[in-house]
C-alpha cells in the first residue's frame, strides 16, 4: 500500500494498494497515473463523444466499425487540442517519450 499526499492541498491523501510486491513506490504511482489517464479517457468517449449512444446494433464489424471512429475523433481533438496549448516541438515530443521509455 502506498501513500500520496495532494501536493497543494496537504491534507489530502491516497492510498493505493497494489497486488505486485516487487514494483517500486515509484512504479506504482506511475502505473496508477497511467491507469488514470485511461480511465478519464473512456470516460471522455463515453459521454462526450456518444460511444454508447450512437450505436445499438450487434453486428461485431460494426461495433468495432463505430468504436473505431469515436476514437479517431478523440485523436482529432487531443491533437488539435495539443496545436493549441502546446508548444513543443514533435522532435522535443519524441525525446521526452524515449526518456520515459528508458
Known amino acids: 500500500m502506498v501513500f500520496v499526499r495532494h501536493r497543494s492541498k ?23 497515473g ?7 479517457f ?9 460511444l454508447q449512444k450512437e ?3 450487434r453486428s461485431y464489424d460494426l461495433l468495432v466499425s463505430h468504436t473505431t ?5 478523440y485523436i482529432v481533438l ?6 493549441s496549448t502546446d508548444r513543443r516541438t514533435l522532435g522535443g515530443l519524441f525525446l521526452a517519450l524515449c526518456e520515459k521509455v528508458q
Open 78 to 83: 487531443a491533437w488539435q487540442n495539443r496545436q
Open 10 to 32: 496537504k491534507k489530502e491523501w491516497l492510498a493505493i494498494l497494489c497486488t505486485d510486491l516487487f514494483l517500486t513506490e515509484e512504479e506504482i504511482i506511475e502505473t496508477y
Open 69 to 73: 471512429i469515436v476514437f479517431s475523433r
Open 34 to 40: 497511467i491507469r488514470w489517464d485511461i480511465e478519464v
Open 42 to 50: 473512456f470516460k471522455c468517449t463515453k459521454s462526450l463523444l456518444r
Open 55 to 57: 450505436f445499438h446494433g
